[in-house]
């Protein structure tokens, strides 16, 4: 009975090292480092930004989840409106991601938004990651962006790829501007050097760090891209 009781000990103190590894030691999985964003001291305010916003079906998908206070894949809110969870875990995506490979994360379920790491771009045997589908400015659900979690800085540059093909927006795709947010001031930040593909309906950039980026206007369009 001793010896049975000492192997289920052993077992849950290996799970519990084991899972320590993953979550990157000390670090929060979802809060990461401090110093998230470095050399930022310009900015906009989203009132300031000519904000494009969410097609009417992705905006009730973004409805149907809850991001606050997520910390593992098992605390995800599932949709229980009226009911029905046919769109439960629509608009986020998340994933273990390890060190000594990379991977993605996103896709299909984040309406084409994604991010791709390279191996060794962060210290941690592994990482998870979260992308989510959210809105540039929550209180009023308004405006599109895209939420990329846990913030933190990466040790090579990470690919950021977001799609237009799900906005409300039927312009000139050379027309959007994309900005990532200084979680320090809540100021937006332009985007430098992105590339846009219009086969693939998508603007892609390198970033060096997580955050939530939106897409805005040039000041001379309005938001139906006119």
Not at 53 to 60: G, I, L
Not at 180 to 193: A, F, H, R
Request: glycine letters at 10%; charged letters at 20%.
């Amino acid at each position: 009975m001793k010896q049975t009781r000492n192997k289920w000990y052993a077992g849950i103190l290996l799970a519990g090292a084991f899972w320590f590894v993953l979550s990157g030691c000390s670090e929060n999985g979802l809060t990461g480092p401090d110093n998230v964003v470095t050399g930022a001291a310009k900015g906009l305010t989203t009132e300031e930004i000519n904000v494009v916003s969410w097609k009417p079906e992705v905006q009730t998908a973004i409805n149907a989840i809850e991001m606050e206070g997520i910390q593992a894949p098992t605390s995800l809110t599932k949709s229980t409106d009226d009911g029905d969870n046919s769109g439960e875990w629509a608009a986020l995506a998340w994933s273990y991601i390890w060190k000594f490979t990379g991977g993605t994360v996103g896709g299909d379920v984040t309406f084409g938004n994604r991010v791709d790491v390279p191996a060794h771009a962060y210290p941690q045997l592994a990482r998870l990651f979260v992308v989510a589908v959210t809105n540039a400015d929550p209180e009023n659900n308004s405006g599109a962006a895209v939420d990329f979690l846990p913030s933190q800085q990466f040790l090579h540059p990470v690919t950021v790829t977001l799609s237009w093909d799900y906005l409300d927006f039927n312009g000139d795709p050379n027309d959007l501007v994309l900005y990532w947010q200084n979680e320090e001031t809540g100021l937006w930040v332009e985007v430098p050097e992105s590339t846009i593909d219009p086969e693939a309906r998508t603007i892609s950039g390198q970033v060096n760090h997580f955050t939530k980026f939106l897409w805005g206007l040039e000041d001379d369009f309005d938001d139906d891209g006119n």
